[in-house]
T-cell receptor
Framework: DAGVIQSPRHEVTEMGQEVTLRCKPI?????LFWYRQTMMRGLELLIY????????DSGMPEDRFSAKMPNASFSTLKIQPSEPRDSAVYFC?????????FGPGTRLTVT | RKEVEQDPGPFNVPEGATVAFNCTYS??????FFWYRQDCRKEPKLLMS???SGNEDGRFTAQLNRASQYISLLIRDSKLSDSATYLC?????????FGTGTRLKVLA
């Protein structure tokens, strides 16, 4: 069975550029989560979708971040414009109920 | 105060030792509890759910104490391969919180 798929795995970009991260959840899971992980702040929930509808986006840092889930098998997290402080590992996770299954993450570096 | 708190460690233990981690949570409305394992530069992976009655999976035992608002993870006969960071997680209605993790290093 394929797990959660994320792309790209690594992204290096310059400050001010737009970055789009992609996620394909596990088929049949009705919840999808975007997290950001840094050494300083640990794993932070950015946004949570249930049945493709955003339920809680209170963790989204600011207007530069946006997320969409146009259908049950795809979600994007966009940062525009990117800043060096956005450098982190971004994980997507999906869930059939409460337990979560994480993708391999996208390691983002903004220079 | 953080909603979920863990001792960051590291816990350095010899192979074969028994080691236990605690995780405290502040939201009494939390409904579900989990332990995840995260290896260096990898994603968190679900280790086990934590039930009120306690549950065991091989060498791993998880327990929940609602009165004192903490969950625990006990690892018996630790192996070198158990070296990782262990994250606790709580969830309630539309709320999912992870601790910052406890680092375990099992020494040969």
């Amino acid at each position: 069975d394929a797990g959660v798929i994320q792309s790209p795995r690594h992204e290096v970009t310059e400050m001010g550029q737009e970055v789009t991260l992609r996620c394909k959840p596990i088929s049949g899971h009705n919840s999808l989560f975007w997290y950001r992980q840094t050494m300083m702040r640990g794993l932070e929930l950015l946004i949570y979708f249930n049945n493709n509808v955003p339920i809680d986006d209170s963790g989204m840092p600011e207007d530069r971040f946006s997320a969409k889930m146009p259908n049950a098998s795809f979600s994007t997290l966009k940062i525009q414009p990117s800043e060096p402080r956005d450098s982190a590992v971004y994980f997507c996770a999906s869930s059939p109920s409460y337990e979560q299954y994480f993708g391999p993450g996208t390691r983002l570096t903004v220079t | 105060r953080k909603e979920v708190e863990q001792d960051p460690g590291p816990f350095n233990v010899p192979e074969g030792a028994t080691v236990a981690f605690n995780c405290t949570y502040s939201n009494s409305a939390s409904q579900s509890f989990f332990w995840y394992r995260q290896d260096c530069r990898k994603e968190p992976k679900l280790l086990m759910s934590v039930y009120s009655s306690g549950n065991e999976d091989g060498r791993f035992t998880a327990q929940l104490n609602r009165a004192s608002q903490y969950i625990s993870l006990l690892i018996r006969d630790s192996k070198l391969s158990d070296s990782a960071t262990y994250l606790c997680s709580t969830s309630g209605t539309y709320k999912y919180i992870f601790g910052t993790g406890t680092r375990l290093k099992v020494l040969a």
